[in-house]
T-cell receptor, first 114, second 108 residues
């Protein structure tokens, strides 16, 4: 157990639907990062939150949004789902704002859009 | 062209062999990372390095900043080393940028 908890582990949903993925960071970590891993694109950074505030944005679609709550857990919301959104979604957490000083990945949520 | 390139994409070897996975990058970096992803999907950070060499058990990671190249070596490989190995870089305070990964299979 890495200490970073992601739920659910698996999610199957239909096109056009909306889902919410949840991430609880390791105790003491203030930053949460979201990543998407698809077969054709590999791992890509989506967005980072630090202590409740958005810090960096990557290749995140407008249909996707995220937030970090006062208890530091984070949610990634995916709406108007398309087949191409099927992927593994990982979150990672770190103590500070930068991953170059250390981070921990969660085990991921596998999203299948049918 | 990707900012981070790995080779080979796939590697199959026999148990006991010495394994080398290469990573080249085209941008200035603050750190280079080697990650391991097992078939179940979970990702584990193996090394973070900005210069020289690091060793952990049978794993060794080296980096040449001038040549913008890093290698991950596995000595006395074992079937449990079978996984996808991913190279990633951070530029300053920026997020991780990943290579496409190397799928390693070690046969008994």
């Amino acid at each position: 157990d890495s200490g970073v908890t992601q739920t659910p582990k698996h999610l199957i949903t239909a096109t056009g639907q909306r889902v919410t993925l949840r991430c609880s960071p390791r105790s003491g970590d203030l930053s949460v990062y979201w990543y998407q891993q698809s077969l054709d694109q590999g791992l890509q950074f989506l967005i980072q939150y630090y202590n409740g505030e958005e810090r960096a944005k990557g290749n995140i679609l407008e249909r996707f949004s995220a937030q970090q709550f006062p208890d530091l857990h984070s949610e990634l919301n995916l709406s108007s789902l398309e087949l191409g959104d099927s992927a593994l979604y990982f979150c990672a957490s770190s103590v500070g704002e930068q991953q170059r000083y250390g981070y921990t990945f969660g085990s991921g949520t596998r999203l299948t859009v049918v | 062209k990707n900012e981070v390139e790995q080779s080979p994409q796939n590697l199959t070897a026999q148990e006991g062999e010495f394994i080398t996975i290469n990573c080249s990058y085209s941008v200035g970096i603050s750190a280079l990372h080697w990650l391991q992803q097992h078939p179940g999907g979970g990702i584990v950070s193996l090394f973070m390095l900005s210069s020289g060499k690091k060793k952990h058990g049978r794993l060794i990671a080296t980096i040449n900043i001038q040549e913008k190249h890093s290698s991950l070596h596995i000595t006395a490989s074992h079937p449990r080393d079978s996984a996808v190995y991913i190279c990633a870089v951070t530029q300053g305070a920026q997020k991780l940028v990943f290579g496409q990964g190397t799928r390693l299979t070690i046969n008994p």
